[in-house]
């Protein structure tokens, strides 16, 4: 981050100005530049360069200020989240090897992060959070260029450190900046966790590379988040389609937000007419993007196009980004077809952090990453994301890894089988309901599930929300696990439930056992129908 890092500090030479409002109050730049100091000091002993530096990012000026402390050292910033298990911290610090951990003191403790570096030296920084710096040599070349370091939860179980460049950071930014028509000291706004690599890259640094105001909010609260926005004249922010339906709920039709030119939605499954009704209600420009960690927010409609475009498709490539769908065996398809999403571009990731260095990513021969969608180009060069090539739940803009819930679930001793699958939600998306086979024949409730899942340490963001015990799951005819009709059952299930809570809650047995005969038939019929 050092070129966005020193355009900041002139910036702020030339005169001060706020630079960060949070739950705290409000920050000027030159504030937070002597904060950066602060902790660039207790970070770097002894003159030690900057290194690599895994903080816990929280939506706050601590963030801010920890990226100018690292972009001056010539460090290596990683994210991570307060909610990340001791497991997953684990794994992190495994992929990374940080030279330096910096977290509220609660979170070393729950981590073991003086354990997992019991040779750093221990000081207090950031109003009191904990700064663990190691002494052994720092060498950031490890990285190959990256700047930043982002966790992702992906769709493995495991979080996966996306390594970006600073240059792929600024393209991102510059191209958003360019297409939602922001300007110099113009407000945007974070209300996704800055752990996220996309949330870090759209508040963060392109908050200082346009030199205003970035506007947080410690913890999601739709009227808050509202509330901020309008009174500090935010011109754009970027959220998951749950947030923005949450927003248009609260907004009512009061056009709160008619200052804001646009908000940008990405990371879930997204209805048109309900995306329609939020911006009405909030009075501003909802966007629909595609991108991902490792290709950050690479295509995006304009606040002009029509709503067709804007809430019915994923926007355009950036310029100097191609994006395109090709079969199975590599050929590339034209508009109208649907194939495998390949993307190649100026924020393209460097790989992920495997082993302390960047692995570099599996491309095409010509340079192409693919990005496991399924995506279908128009004529007119927009594109629209059709799904998911794997097995995946987005829920609220998390991926949840089905395979790595069905294997925790099936720990249970009492469950013989398991599958997940996805149940359609108006405000999250999707959720996560779970079918199991009991081995005596008998139930099991959600809640004994929840409970297993707890004791094996199960992050709770993955625990499903809906569970139906099943004599068998559906299977084809060759007696493989049939995940259509799994999906399918799951999703009726789930629908009758919603449309009658007092007759399943009365009568539960005889009720899933009713609704199992009649989708067998179906599936039974379905499978002739095949034949």
């Known amino acids: 981050m050092r070129q966005t890092v020193r355009e900041f500090h002139d910036r702020s030479e030339q005169a001060d100005f706020t630079a960060v409002v949070d739950d705290h109050g409000r920050h000027s730049a030159r504030d937070l530049l002597r904060r950066a100091t602060e902790l660039a000091e207790t970070m770097t002993p002894h003159g030690t360069p900057g290194g ?4 816990q990012a929280d939506n706050s000026w601590r963030t801010v200020a920890a990226t100018l402390a690292v972009g001056r050292t010539g460090g290596v910033l990683a994210l991570v989240n307060r909610h990340t298990t001791a497991a997953e911290f684990a794994a992190a610090m495994e992929d990374i ?3 330096v951990l910096i977290a509220e003191p609660s ?7 003086s354990q997992a570096m019991p040779d750093a030296r221990t000081a207090e920084a950031l109003d009191g959070w904990t700064v663990h710096a190691g002494h052994r040599p720092r060498d950031v070349s490890r990285w190959s260029g990256g700047t930043l370091i982002g966790l992702t939860s992906g769709s493995t179980g495991r979080p996966k450190g996306v390594v970006q460049s600073e240059s792929a950071l600024r393209y991102a930014c510059s191209r958003t900046i360019d297409v939602n028509g922001l300007r110099d000291g113009d407000a945007v706004a974070a209300v996704v966790p800055l752990s996220s690599t996309a949330a870090y890259c759209f508040g963060v640094c392109l908050s200082l590379m346009l030199g205003g105001p970035l506007v947080l909010s410690g913890r999601w609260d739709r009227e808050e988040a509202l509330a ?3 009174a500090h004249d935010v011109r754009w922010t970027m959220c998951v389609p749950t947030m923005a339906l949450q927003m248009g709920s609260a907004a009512a039709g009061s056009r709160v937000l008619d200052g804001v030119r646009s908000i940008t939605v990405g990371g879930g499954p997204m209805d048109r007419g309900a995306l329609a009704r939020a911006e009405r209600s909030l009075g501003t420009k909802i966007l629909r993007v595609f991108g991902m960690s490792e290709c950050l927010g690479h295509t995006s409609p304009r606040p002009d196009d029509l709503e067709e475009i804007r809430l019915g498709r994923d926007g355009r490539p950036f310029p100097g980004t191609d994006l ?4 199975p065996d590599g050929t590339v398809l034209g508009p109208g077809a649907t194939g495998h999403a390949q ?7 460097l790989g992920y952090a495997r082993d302390g260095k960047v692995e570099p990513p599996a491309l095409t021969p010509d340079g192409y990453f693919p990005t496991g969608d399924l995506l279908v180009t128009g004529q007119d060069g ?3 994301v059709m799904g998911r090539e794997k097995d995946v739940i987005i829920r609220g803009g998390r991926n949840l890894d089905i395979t790595e819930i069905e294997r925790a679930v099936a720990a249970h001793p009492a469950v013989a089988r398991a599958c997940v699958a996805a149940v359609p939600d108006p405000l999250l998306g999707e959720r996560a309901a779970v079918l199991v086979v009991v081995e005596d024949g008998g139930t099991l409730g959600l809640d004994e599930i929840t409970a297993h899942l707890a004791r094996t340490g199960l992050s709770k963001a993955k625990w499903p929300e809906y569970a139906f015990t099943v004599g068998e799951l559906p299977q084809t005819t060759v007696g493989k696990l049939d995940r259509p009709g799994a999906r399918r059952l799951a999703h009726d299930l789930h629908a009758e439930l919603a449309a009658h809570p007092e007759q399943h809650r009365r009568h539960p047995e005889q009720h899933l056992e009713q609704h199992l005969e009649q989708h067998e038939q179906h599936s039974e019929q379905h499978r002739q129908g095949d034949a």
Do not use: K, N
């Open 52 to 55: 690599t530096v895994l903080l």
């Open 324 to 327: 395109r769908a090709v079969a």
């Open 107 to 113: 979170a070393v403790e729950e981590w073991g992060g």
């Open 343 to 349: 993307v190649r571009g100026p924020s393209l990731f």
């Open 228 to 230: 901020r926005m309008a």
């Open 382 to 384: 927009t594109v629209t």
């Open 97 to 99: 090897r940080p030279d």
